[in-house]
Each structure stands twice: as C-alpha cells, then as structure tokens.
C-alpha cells in the first residue's frame, strides 16, 4: 500500500546551519507531497506542498522538490534558527478518488536547533 | 478567519467509558478528517466526512465512530475506552473534496484533543 518513509531523529543541529530531512514514499500514480510541522503541545501545521512531479514548495525559506523518479520529497533549509525546533512530518495524499481525503504520514523527525 | 477549534483541549476518562470530541472546521470549509496520534503507531487517519456522509474509513476498530452535522461541524465518538485509546486527536478541515484522481485540496489542523485513558 501507499507509504511514507522518513529520516529517523533527532537531528540536532547548530544555528544557521543546513537542514536535509529525508522523505520517500510508495504509491501508485502521482500523489500530493506535503511537509506539516509540529511544535510542542500544537497541532499540526502545512509547511509546504507539491502537487506533480518537479514541483518545488517553499514556504518560511523551507522547500521541497516533489521528485518522481526517485519517489523523493526532501525537505531543506539553507540555515535553521532554533525557533525551527520541532517536528516535521511528511505526508501524502493517494491519487485514487476514494482515497483523497486521507493523508499518509511518515513517521515524523525531530529537529533541535542549539543556539 | 478562525482557525479549526477541538473541544476539550484534555479528557480523562477511565477504561470501559465512552467519550465524544468536536471540532469545528474553518468557516467555508465542508471536508472534516480525524487523525489519531501516538508515540507507537504515529499519525493515523481515522475517517473523513463530507456533507454529512462519511466518505472514507481507516482501519479502526468499530467503536470508533463520527458524524457530520449540517453546518459542517463533525463529532468523534469512541466506546468502551481501551487504555491502547489514549492519544491526540486530531482534527482537520478542507474547503471540498476534490472530485478528480488527484485531491490537492490542502488540510488544515486543530490543536487536538488530548484524550487519556486510565
């Protein structure tokens, strides 16, 4: 079935450092990607997203480059600030009709950013 | 605009009991899904609704349960409380459903309600 596979954490990073977080996933077709972020104690929030292949999303210098033929989703930022400390998960929506209103998510990765 | 609101924030019940949670989407939005959160399993979907019906399940034991109402609001009802119960849940909402073979409508989160089950 439709998965999503994350880096494992914590990643632990220095300020103004280069963040890569890992993201692939497995389904049929050409699914919705998405980073959500997830700060302590909150819900959820949309990060950015993808819609098709070589798409980039970008959001708060964050991006993400929806990569069909590697079936990747990589999240980066050219430098973290320790208000980036949280947890970042990616998602999917399958492409089939019956399925769109369920997002898949990865298992989440932690991020702290020390100052 | 208000964002999606879940009420209460925190239950407690004990094992065997039954709860009811209620999220109200974004004004204008008709889509409501309900995603359970825990250490161990993660993030997962438990139901979708969409003008009253409920149009897509995940794989949940029957006790648990929702409903939509008219104006969009949606309940999540669960039986029989399992200590295994205890977890955030979430609530998200969409402007529509889209009809085609790809749904780029974008979900939009609550806070959660934080249910513990002793």
């Known amino acids: 079935g439709d998965s999503v596979t994350q880096m494992e954490g914590p990643v632990t990073l220095s300020e103004e450092a280069f963040l890569t977080i890992n993201c692939t996933y497995t389904a049929t077709g050409y699914p919705s990607l998405f980073w959500y972020v997830q700060y302590p104690g909150e819900g959820l929030q949309l990060l950015l997203k993808?819609?098709?292949?070589?798409d980039k999303g970008s959001n708060k210098g964050f991006e993400a480059t929806y990569r069909k033929e590697t079936t990747s989703f990589h999240l980066e930022k050219g430098s973290v600030q320790v208000s980036d400390s949280a947890v970042y998960f990616c998602?999917?929506?399958?492409?089939?009709?019956?399925?769109?209103?369920?997002?898949?998510f990865g298992q989440g990765t932690e991020l702290s950013v020390k100052p | 605009k208000a964002g999606v609101t879940q009420t209460p924030r925190y239950l407690i019940k004990t094992r065997g009991q039954q709860v009811t949670l209620s999220c109200s989407p974004i004004s204008g939005h008709r889509s409501v899904s309900w995603y359970q959160q825990t250490p161990g399993q993660g993030l997962q979907f438990l139901f979708e609704?969409?003008?009253?019906?409920?149009?897509n399940k995940g794989n949940f034991p029957g006790r648990f349960s929702g409903r939509q109402f008219s104006n969009s609001r949606s309940e999540m009802n669960v039986s029989t409380l399992e200590l295994g119960d205890s977890a955030l849940y979430l609530c998200a909402s969409s402007k529509k459903r889209d009809r085609g073979p790809v749904s780029t409508d974008t979900q939009y989160f609550g806070p959660g309600t934080r249910l513990t089950v002793l």
């Open positions: 609704y969409f003008s009253e019906t409920q149009r």
């Open positions: 998602a999917l929506i399958p492409p089939i009709y019956n399925q769109g209103g369920k997002l898949i």
């Open positions: 993808a819609t098709k292949a070589d």
